[in-house]
């Protein structure tokens, strides 16, 4: 299949952001997922929440492993720098290219093979570095491109649509992000516009790492009866901890909601997150809690989304590194060679 | 009769690692030094921390000859677990120099050589009561006595020490008394000198002694790299520690205090080098330090570098084989495993340094091939050069040279309508330009793939762009003959027919073989290959002699295959030199091999000429 371009009629009406751009100026080139496959609803929800966030699409540098996921930073912000890298290994190039340039957003796009099993080890240490990132998995617990095997985030008993049945344990990528330390930390559900897009939002105003597990159904090989990681099982055991509205500061904050229902967080540029609790007494603030929650209500075979941790000052690997506040790939000549005078004292010292 | 020699000899330090030896022989190598006498000096040591046999070389060379040269005039034995192999290792007519607090059965020593005993445990025992203390000044309390036997000066080793605890003037006095101790005692009781001397010369000039993965680490940093990404590996973890120590030196934000570099010990060699591959993408200078199991496990990346075109530096200290062992001891054993590195069809650029001064050198220079050829660059170290403090000319830069930065497209030009088209050759020589992401609202953003994609980074699965796309690869692999470090050639001083090409850390060796040779009348024209791919040059040298000896420390004769293959060079022409028992090729070695191959030549010319 060979590169589609859209067509470029505008109408003169057409609503804008703050910057003036149309929701086309976000989209990146025509999709050849299957159709409903629930990546592209990830996708869409990406470029809402970045048009929403009046974020320069070119400030912004996309990065994915290998897989289905991996191919949708292809279909969104056009004019953003993309990388389509390794299987499993997004996570190092993200993390280069974070090193290198501190001020872009970056957004890694993987899936449950790229980021639990063969690259389970890179999504687990960009994590506990404290890369600056959105991570985002679309997890439908099963390999699309390879045409429909057991992913290790499938659950114990889950059904392939051939009727194989999986006997190994789940790993729950949220219950890892909890533990290694990640300060942003959700899930959602590619069928829930309403959660996600806020989500997305909120991740990329954090500084540090942001985490969201997206259960996506994959429409081809798992949206069966007996699968776990079907449109009608997610619908079926949904259990939100919380509903979000992303504000920012510009906006007011209404006050339509019973005050003990909702909690505002405020985010270090200022912005806030509206949190309306659903989950009676859920502190998304405490993070042992929140481990202690996830794996209850899963227990009784419950999915939970939403926010489900945050941490409101984080530090991230800059901080971490106490690297200069100009990105290192602008730094020349002047800032990174020492010079002769430099070197003949090293000279001396070596005699 | 013993060997009497001035200036022209090799001591061996057996010890037991872990004990504290390693400083203490290493000032003993830094005094013959100061006397203005060169050193090559080289580390044998375990893959272990404490109480495994460990050996310090020191070939003090007048003429300056660098290379290991096997065999050993004196012994230093502090290890019994080796002491046979270590007596048997001394050259007839050498001398054994031993701690004879113990007593050791006759039986256990030669008659062809010089025993000399001295108590220094007893010695120890009796004037230091703190167990560590005991340990440690019986090193420095040898370096005493091996002064007076070598007839060395002491005020050197003084000094030595002064500079060692400047501003601990308590250390200072406790090591000057050890030391003085251990000198006086073997002039009381031993006969000094022996028939070996270290004789004030001026042979060292302006050099400095330095370790190769030192000098490649600073290299780093003057090549203008600010990311390292790396993984702890025998020989390379000094390579990432000296850039650590340098760049806190030279590198940091004076207003701020911030650093102007980062370094991220990565989980594993996948994810260093993938970092490498990210910063190099987003236009920052990276590397990453590594030896030959970092190199297979970063195939995969390596690959994706190469067709996606991203630049990035792999210092590759190379070692011997798998696991633990063997990889404390040198080979040049991953020139293939570099050279072709990952799946699909890929070549890469490598340079070959010799030395701590080239690792400087070629160390920043790969930055420069890197961002200008837009691709892996691998700067092949190996444990001997990396890990051994060696004589080199001191560190220079040339103060008018920028960082080349090759082929980047600006906002500036972006905003000017110039096409951008990231995989399109607009110069002719294969390298397209690229952008750093986030230049430009509207213009040169661009999609990462490996190659499925057009001259303008858009998706296609199509044949023919693929295949124009490889045939650009191979253009611009063409352009880096020309960019990579051109070969050196030392010429006989008659015409011959017979040639050596050799790389890297052989060139010590090679150079005094080269020397031995031409004394028994086999001239050898000798070519020093620098980097690759190879530029006419190496070939038109191949052609011009009738047999060339490939001189190299693998056992497959890799740099070999490399000059056949990609050059259809007729194997029977390439003669092998091989050498990879894991210690460093020696003079000896190189002359034994070329002279056995050479001589029979020699004579059946002469025997046909005779003839006609």
């Keep these: 299949m060979t590169f589609l371009p859209k067509p470029k009629f505008r109408h003169p009406a057409i609503e804008t952001n703050e910057l003036g751009l149309t929701h086309r100026d976000y989209e990146g080139s025509i999709s050849t997922l299957c159709a409903g496959c629930g990546h592209d609803s990830i996708s869409s929800a990406i470029m809402h929440a970045c048009y929403e966030l009046n974020l320069p699409p070119h400030r912004i540098a996309k990065l994915s492993g290998i897989g289905c996921s991996s191919k949708t930073p292809t279909y969104f912000l056009g004019n953003a720098h993309g990388f389509n890298s390794v299987h499993g290994r997004m996570p190092s190039v993200l993390t280069g290219a974070n090193v290198a340039n501190r001020e872009l957003i970056y957004l890694g796009v993987s899936g449950d093979g790229d980021s639990a099993s063969i690259g389970f080890g890179q999504f687990a240490h960009s994590i506990r570095r404290g890369v600056n990132m959105v991570y985002i998995v679309a997890n439908n617990g099963v390999y699309g491109l390879t045409k429909g095997q057991f992913s290790a985030t499938a659950d114990k008993g889950a059904k392939l649509k051939k009727g194989a049945v999986n006997s190994d344990s789940p790993i729950d990528l949220v219950a890892m992000a909890l533990q290694l330390g990640a300060t942003f930390v959700a899930r959602s559900f590619s069928g829930d516009k309403g959660q996600l897009v806020p989500l997305i939002k909120a991740a990329i105003e954090h500084r540090g790492p942001a985490f969201i597990d997206c259960i996506s159904p994959c429409v081809a090989f798992n949206n069966h009866e007996g699968s776990t990681k079907s449109f009608d099982y997610v619908r079926e055991h949904n259990e939100a901890v919380n509903a979000l509205d992303f504000v920012t500061e510009r906006a007011p904050i209404t006050t339509s909601y019973a005050p003990g229902d909702m909690q505002v967080v405020r985010l270090h540029d200022g912005t806030f997150i509206r949190l309306r609790k659903v989950g009676a007494d859920y502190d998304v603030h405490d993070r042992i809690a929140a481990m202690n929650y996830i794996s209850t209500r899963e227990a009784s075979g419950e999915v939970v989304t939403g926010l489900i941790y945050l941490e409101d000052h984080p530090e991230d690997m800059h901080d971490h590194l106490d690297t200069v506040s100009t990105p290192l790939n602008r730094l020349g000549d002047a800032e990174l060679v020492p010079g002769q005078a430099a070197l003949d004292k090293i000279n001396a010292g070596l005699r | ?612």
């Design chain 2, 1 to 612: 009769m013993s060997i009497h020699s001035v200036n022209d000899f090799v001591v061996r330090f057996a010890n037991v690692n872990g004990s504290g030896s390693a400083s203490a022989n290493q000032m003993f190598g830094r005094a013959v030094l100061r006397m203005g006498v060169p050193v090559a000096t080289r580390n044998i040591f375990p893959s272990n921390i404490q109480g495994l046999p460990t050996w310090y070389e020191v070939r003090v060379s007048g003429e300056g000859w660098l290379g290991a040269r096997g065999g050993a005039d004196l012994v230093v034995a502090m290890n019994p677990q080796t002491w046979d192999k270590d007596v048997a290792s001394i050259d007839p007519g050498g001398y054994l120099f031993y701690d004879s607090s113990r007593p050791i059965p006759a039986s256990k020593f030669r008659d062809d050589i010089t025993v000399i005993g001295m108590p220094l445990t007893e010695i120890c025992n009796r004037e230091y009561s703190d167990s560590r203390q005991r340990q440690l000044f019986k090193n420095i309390i040898c370096v005493g006595a091996l002064t007076a036997l070598l007839d060395m000066e002491p005020e050197v080793v003084e000094q030595l020490l002064s500079e060692q605890f400047a501003g601990k003037d308590k250390l200072i006095a406790a090591n000057h008394t050890a030391f003085r101790k251990g000198r006086q005692w073997a002039l009381d009781h031993l006969a000094c000198p022996i028939g070996l001397r270290v004789q004030r010369a001026d042979g060292v000039g302006d050099r400095i002694y330095v370790e190769g993965n030192a000098a490649a680490a600073l290299g780093a940093v003057y090549g203008g790299a600010t990311v390292c990404a790396w993984y702890p590996l025998t020989p390379s973890t000094s390579l990432a520690e000296a850039f650590t120590s340098y760049c806190k030196k030279l590198r940091i934000e004076p207003q701020t205090g911030h650093k102007r570099y980062a370094i991220v010990q990565a989980e594993d060699e996948l994810s260093s080098i993938g970092m490498v591959v990210g910063a190099g993408w987003n236009g920052a200078r990276a590397f990453t330090a590594t030896s030959g199991p970092g190199i297979s496990l970063m195939q995969e990346f390596l690959g994706l570098a190469y067709f996606a075109e991203i630049p990035g530096v792999i210092f590759n200290v190379q070692r011997g084989g798998p696991s633990t062992g063997m990889p404390t001891r040198t080979q040049q054993s991953d020139v293939l495993a570099c050279a072709y590195a990952s799946h699909g069809d890929t070549k890469h650029v490598l340079v070959f340094p010799r030395d701590p001064g080239e690792a400087f050198e070629m160390g920043a220079q790969a930055f420069d091939l890197a961002d200008r050829l837009q691709t892996p660059v691998f700067v092949m170290l190996d444990l001997d050069i990396g890990m051994n403090h060696a004589l080199t000319a001191p560190f220079k830069v040339d103060g008018a040279r920028k960082l080349d930065r090759g082929k980047v497209m600006t906002y500036d030009d972006l905003e000017s309508g110039r096409d951008f088209g990231r995989y399109l050759d607009v110069d002719g020589d294969g390298i397209p330009y690229r952008t750093y992401p986030g230049v430009h609202p509207s213009r040169g953003s661009y999609f990462t793939r490996g190659t499925t994609r057009d001259a303008y980074a858009r998706y296609t699965e199509e044949g023919g762009p693929y295949v124009e796309n490889m045939e650009r690869l191979l253009k611009k692999f063409e352009t880096a003959k020309s960019c990579v470090p051109a070969p050196i050639v030392n010429r006989a001083a008659r015409p011959t027919k017979l040639g050596v090409v050799h790389y890297g850390s052989t060139a010590a060796a090679m150079e005094e073989a080269a020397h031995l040779l031409a004394q028994t009348g086999v001239d050898v024209d000798v070519l020093r290959v620098r980097g690759f791919p190879f530029c006419d040059d190496i070939v038109d040298f191949i052609a011009a002699h009738d047999r060339v000896f490939v001189v190299e420390q693998n056992r497959d004769a890799q740099l070999r295959t490399l000059l056949m293959v990609e050059h259809g060079i007729d194997p029977a022409k390439l003669i092998p030199v091989l050498h990879y028992d894991g210690s460093p090729i020696t003079a000896r070695y190189i002359v034994k091999a070329i002279a056995g191959a050479a001589k029979p030549a020699a004579e059946r010319k002469q025997k046909v000429e005779a003839k006609a």
